[in-house]
């Protein structure tokens, strides 16, 4: 199968209101080059060095909105900041508060998403449900950042129901936040190649799938 064709089955199997991220970590340019022509336009990446030499090699490329996925350590943290649209994986208060510092010293206002972690994983960052509601008025004081949803990983080896017990949960945690907080939290990003449409059953509004597009990563 084509990265065409695997888009076509993949765009057939989703609401248009769904955003899909094309998670093109390991991948070639060429490779991105072919989705683009396709039609996508979100792209995520997860290691800033490895992203900023495929971002200066399509500098053309204007309207591509570009996502970071992994985690971001501090001393990477003001590249992750100039070079992304979106920051999926800020899975901290210290690292939301550097990332309000930094963005408050150069005037860009990430959209960032919260990545919480409801299960436990010990290969996994993110917030406990316990931390989060403990760090939240927090969170709501960081006036840079622009808090825009929850994202989350599941851990390998779940049933289908467990899946979609815990998407159901992060979409539960993202309602009830918005309803007690002034935050709105109204994107989750959650399903990946492997369970992508038992996200979709559970409200994700951006889904972010790799091999599934592109075939296994070396
Ligand atoms: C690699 C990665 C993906 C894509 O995973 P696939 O299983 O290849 O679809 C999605 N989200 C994050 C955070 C990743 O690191």
């Given at each position: ?12 199997q ?12 390991k ?6 080059k072919?989705?683009y ?24 490329y ?50 960032i ?12 960052y ?26 989350t ?64 990563r070396?």
């Amino acid at each position: 199968m084509t990265i065409t064709e695997n888009l076509d089955k993949i765009l057939g199997q989703i609401p248009s209101s769904v955003r899909l991220i094309a998670v093109t970590k390991k991948k070639s340019v060429a490779a991105i080059k072919e989705a683009y022509d396709y039609g996508i336009r979100d792209f995520a990446e997860s290691r800033i060095q490895e992203a900023l030499l495929k971002q200066e090699q399509l500098q053309e490329y204007q309207d591509i909105c570009w996502h970071f996925i992994g985690h971001v350590q501090t001393n990477k943290a003001k590249k992750v900041l100039e070079n992304f649209h979106w920051i999926h994986s800020v899975d901290s208060l210290k690292l939301a508060e550097y990332l309000d510092k930094l963005a408050s010293k150069t005037s860009i206002s990430p959209h960032i998403c919260l990545q919480v972690k409801l299960l436990t994983d010990p290969n996994k960052y993110g917030w406990d449900m316990i931390e989060l509601w403990q760090d939240l008025s927090h969170l709501e004081s960081l006036k840079h950042l622009k808090i825009k949803g929850l994202m989350t990983i599941l851990p390998l080896g779940l049933s289908e129901d467990e899946c979609l017990e815990t998407f159901d949960k992060v979409k539960k945690l993202a309602k009830k936040i918005t309803e007690k907080s002034s935050l709105q939290l109204e994107e989750l990003s959650m399903g990946m190649s492997n369970d992508y449409l038992l996200a979709v059953e559970k409200g994700a509004t951006m889904i972010r799938l790799g091999t599934i597009i592109f075939g296994e990563r070396n």
